[in-house]
T-cell receptor, first 115, second 117 residues
Framework: AQTVTQSQPEMSVQEAETVTLSCTYDTSENNYYLFWYKQPPSRQMILVIRQEAYKQQNATENRFSVNFQKAAKSFSLKISDSQLGDTAMYFCAFMKEAGAQKLVFGQGTRLTINP | EPEVTQTPSHQVTQMGQEVILRCVPISNHLYFYWYRQILGQKVEFLVSFYNNEISEKSEIFDDQFSVERPDGSNFTLKIRSTKLEDSAMYFC???????????????FGPGTRLTVL
C-alpha cells in the first residue's frame, strides 16, 4: 500500500519570503501522479499543482513549483513571494496511474504567512 | 469555470438517523469519489464510482454506507444509521477519467460538515 508522509506539522514565514514544504511517499509503482492540495480555513480542497512521475521536468504554476526526486521518493512544494492568502493547510497526495484511482493523502502541513 | 457542488453545507443529525449527502459532479466527468476528513486529521478515501458501480471502497465504507447516481447529474452518499464517529467533513470529488496526456485530476466540492449528536 502507498503511504505519504509530511514531516512538518506546522510552518510559519513572513510575507514575501519563500517557503518549502516537504513530502515523501512510498510506493512500488513506476507510473503515478503526485499532487499538492491547499485547504484554507473554509476547508475547501483546492488543487495547487500536479506532477506526473514519468516527467522529469518539475511542474510550476506561477509562484508554486515542485522539486520531484523520483529515486528519493520526494515531492516538495516551494512557494515563492508568499502572500497572506497562502495561509492554509497543505496536503500532499499520491495517485496510482489513471482510472478511478483513489488519492492517498499525507497528514498535512499548516502554513501561516505573517504580515 | 465548472465546479463540484455539494449540499447541504452543514448537516446535524441524531445518532441512529439516516443521512443523505448530495453532490453534483462536473458535467463531463466520469469518475466520482467520496472522501472524509475528521476534524484535525488527514483526508481519507471512502469510495470511487464509475459506470454506475463502485470501483473501489475502503474499510471505512462498511454496510452502513452506500452510494448512488440516481440521475445524470447527482451523486449521493447515504449513511444508514449514523454513529458519533461519523462526524466529519465529507468531500465529493470528480475527474474526467484517463485520457491521452491527461493526469486524471480530481476536483473537490466544498464539503458537507456532518455533525452527529
Amino acid at each position: 500500500a502507498q503511504t505519504v508522509t509530511q514531516s512538518q506539522p506546522e510552518m510559519s514565514v513572513q510575507e514575501a519570503e519563500t517557503v518549502t514544504l516537504s513530502c515523501t511517499y512510498d510506493t512500488s509503482e513506476n507510473n503515478y501522479y503526485l499532487f499538492w492540495y491547499k485547504q484554507p480555513p473554509s476547508r475547501q480542497m483546492i488543487l495547487v499543482i500536479r506532477q506526473e512521475a514519468y516527467k522529469q521536468q518539475n511542474a510550476t504554476e506561477n509562484r508554486f513549483s515542485v522539486n520531484f526526486q523520483k529515486a528519493a521518493k520526494s515531492f516538495s512544494l516551494k512557494i515563492s513571494d508568499s502572500q497572506l492568502g497562502d495561509t492554509a493547510m497543505y496536503f500532499c497526495a499520491f495517485m496510482k496511474e489513471a482510472g478511478a484511482q483513489k488519492l492517498v493523502f499525507g497528514q498535512g502541513t499548516r502554513l501561516t504567512i505573517n504580515p | 469555470e465548472p465546479e463540484v457542488t455539494q449540499t447541504p453545507s452543514h448537516q446535524v443529525t441524531q445518532m441512529g438517523q439516516e443521512v443523505i449527502l448530495r453532490c453534483v459532479p462536473i458535467s463531463n466527468h466520469l469518475y466520482f469519489y467520496w472522501y472524509r476528513q475528521i476534524l484535525g486529521q488527514k483526508v481519507e478515501f471512502l469510495v470511487s464510482f464509475y459506470n454506475n458501480e463502485i470501483s473501489e471502497k475502503s474499510e471505512i465504507f462498511d454496510d452502513q454506507f452506500s452510494v448512488e447516481r440516481p440521475d445524470g447529474s447527482n451523486f449521493t452518499l447515504k449513511i444508514r444509521s449514523t454513529k458519533l464517529e461519523d462526524s466529519a467533513m465529507y468531500f465529493c470529488a470528480s475527474s474526467e477519467g484517463p485520457r491521452s496526456g491527461g493526469t486524471d485530476t480530481q476536483y473537490f466540492g466544498p464539503g458537507t460538515r456532518l455533525t452527529v449528536l
